[in-house]
């Protein structure tokens, strides 16, 4: 039997990373949270884990989530590297009680 995903959960984590600049186009405008479309617990209306995001801003989080103009590798990819630089960029700062990805 598979054990049941334990999801992980951050209020403040997403406040920290919604603080960033967009690691995908660098703008300070409107910056969200964006959690993976691939795996880290993702499923059907539920949102990836927490510590599953990237610091984009709303025009690059649509190019990511519905963006018809890239292939999904294309969108895996900047979703990706954006996510690679939140984490490096708040990795002093990560919360204890979160584990990092």
């Known amino acids: 039997m598979r054990a049941k995903h334990e999801y992980v959960r951050s ?36 949102k990836a884990d927490d510590n599953q995001v990237a610091a984009l801003c709303l025009k690059c989080h649509y190019k990511v989530d519905q963006g018809v103009k890239l ?15 939140t984490v490096a960029i708040l990795k002093e700062q990560w919360p204890a009680d979160v584990p990092m990805p």
């Open 11 to 46: 209020k403040k984590l997403l406040k920290m990373v919604a603080s960033l600049d967009c690691q995908a186009c660098g703008s300070g405008h409107m910056v969200q949270a964006a959690h993976t479309n691939w795996g880290g617990g993702k499923g059907r209306g539920i």
């Open 71 to 85: 292939t999904k590798h294309e969108r895996q990819e900047m979703w990706q590297k954006a996510h690679q630089k």
